[in-house]
Structure formats: C-alpha cells, structure tokens
Nanobody, 120 residues
Framework: VQLQASGGGLVQAGGSLRLSCASS????????MAWFRQAPGKEREFVAR????????NYADSVKARFTISRDNAEDTVYLQMNGLKPEDTAVYYC??????????????WGQGTQVTVSS
C-alpha cells in the first residue's frame, strides 16, 4: 500500500483545511486508516482514526469537535477536515494504514506527510 498525502498549507487561526490521503493499493478498503502529526521538536502524535467501513472514528482530545476523519473506499482516499485551526495545530500531518489504536508503531504503511501551518 502506497499513501500520498496532500492538502496542507498556510492558514490563519480559525480557518479550515482539508487533507487528503490517496492510496495506490487495491486493498485500501480493508485497512483502518489514521492521521498523525509531528510538530518541530516533538514526537509524532495521534490525531484521528477510522475503521475500514467508516462506521467508527476516534479522535485525540486536542482535535475533538474540530476535526473530522472520513473515507471514500470507492476513491481509495481518506480525508481529514480541519476546522477552527489553532497555531498549536501546526505540524507535518501523516496518514497511516494497517494499524489499530493510537500508537505509531502499530501502523505498517505511511504517507510522506503534508505541512500544515497555522498563523496567529
């Protein structure tokens, strides 16, 4: 499974962005998917995850009620809609596949990351 993340950019606080993660693998719909992020000088942290069908999602407390993860299995793509962005959301965002839970070590496949910068 190869993952390609896109959609990052520079946005003012309070703004919105939608990240996309496209998969080249034929078995995309079998995998749970997740988004993680890594700010400069910090460890990579869990943001959100979604099960294979899209019926179950989980979020980090820091993004709950502001971010929404979704997926389109017909398009082999997972999305992260980010609203109410804050400067502390600034990070490189990574999509990941093939794991469970919030631990980075559990995920087999990773995208290359997309930079999100939120100005105050």
């Amino acid at each position: 499974v190869q993952l390609q993340a896109s959609g990052g950019g520079l946005v003012q606080a309070g703004g919105s962005l939608r990240l996309s993660c496209a998969s080249s693998g034929r078995t995309f719909s079998r995998y749970p998917m997740a988004w993680f992020r890594q700010a400069p000088g910090k460890e990579r942290e869990f943001v959100a995850r979604i099960n294979w069908s899209g019926s179950s999602t989980n979020y980090a407390d820091s993004v709950k009620a502001r971010f929404t993860i979704s997926r389109d299995n017909a398009e082999d793509t997972v999305y992260l809609q980010m609203n109410g962005l804050k400067p502390e959301d600034t990070a490189v965002y990574y999509c990941a596949a093939g794991g469970l839970g919030t631990d980075t070590r559990a995920y087999q496949y990773w995208g290359q990351g997309t930079q999100v910068t939120v100005s105050s």
